[in-house]
């Protein structure tokens, strides 16, 4: 009896370390979220991931207001206070402008103020779940804005020496603009992006790097890092790390439609 006891609770702790190895996630890209909004396109997303087991957190990754304003932003938070999942917040083009009553400061300051559990003090942070540790990367400039992403030498400075921090640790960026172009598009090139990858290729630790911006969805791995990009809503992405404590974890990046028809 004391055996068969045994053995069954070392099935039990097996099968415990091996889901501890997994990991799932949702990414939300390119909202582009208003009041004056005519579809529930976001409002049925929300509905869809909580009925969704098993997912750690869901991240925005950019644009995820139509425009840089107050009232957008308000109405945007709103619904994603709904999530029954922690949130993540990523800012794109699309939010930020500081001539318009939305710099980063503000847009921010709102976030930490209204949003639970969100206390960070800019776009560049790090998260760990699981043993993976994310960096959110911020590209965007709230003066004079652009569609091209542009990481300060400041930005890349703070990604370089984190991921010494983290060197024995697997990382994965989250981030609006890709770094490598998933389509021909120059007005939507991050600019001198090789400089990013350069740093991504001294370290061995980065395992993905997963942006929105293009509203295109595409995989490509390129020196052992898998660059994912993702389109608009109302396609979202449930990405899952298959031991993702290993030195060689598996993604699996699922692209998925709301349903319009997603029930109350």
């Known amino acids: 009896m004391k055996k068969i006891f045994f053995i069954l609770l070392s099935l039990l702790i097996f099968s415990l370390n091996v889901s501890a190895k997994d990991l799932r996630f949702v990414q939300i890209t390119d909202v582009k979220y208003t009041k004056k909004a005519e579809t529930n396109i976001l409002k049925d997303a929300i ?15 950019g644009n ?7 009232t957008d932003l308000e109405f945007f938070v709103k619904e994603v206070k709904k999530l029954r999942k922690p949130v993540f ?16 400061k503000q847009y921010i300051t709102y976030l930490k103020k209204h949003m639970r559990n969100f206390n960070y003090n800019n776009f560049n942070y790090t998260f760990e779940k699981k043993g993976v540790v994310f960096f959110v990367v911020d590209g965007s400039k709230d003066v004079i804005p652009s569609t091209n ?24 960026i ?3 603009y890709p770094l490598i172009p998933p389509t021909k598009n ?3 090139y991050t600019l001198k992006a090789e400089k990013y990858l350069d740093i991504i290729n001294k370290h061995k630790n980065v395992k993905a790097v997963i942006a929105g911006h293009f509203g295109v969805n595409k995989e490509e791995t390129v020196n052992g890092v898998v660059h994912i990009s993702t389109g608009a809503l109302p396609n979202y992405r449930v990405i ?11 993604f699996w990046a699922e692209v998925r439609q709301v349903s319009s028809k997603t029930k109350k």
Request: proline share 4%; aromatic share 8%.
């Open 186 to 188: 120059e007005n939507y």
């Open 47 to 61: 509905k869809e991931i909580n009925k969704q087991k098993d997912i750690d957190f869901v991240v925005f990754t």
């Open 240 to 250: 899952d790390i298959i031991d993702c404590n290993s030195d060689n974890p598996t």
């Open 149 to 172: 992403g542009y990481f300060k030498e400041d930005v890349l400075e703070w990604v370089d020496a984190n991921l010494d921090l983290n060197k024995k640790k697997n990382v994965v």
């Open 89 to 104: 917040i990523i800012i794109g083009d699309r939010d930020v402008n500081k001539y318009k009553e939305m710099s980063k």
């Open 174 to 176: 989250l981030q609006h």
């Open 64 to 70: 995820n207001i139509l425009k840089p304003n107050p």
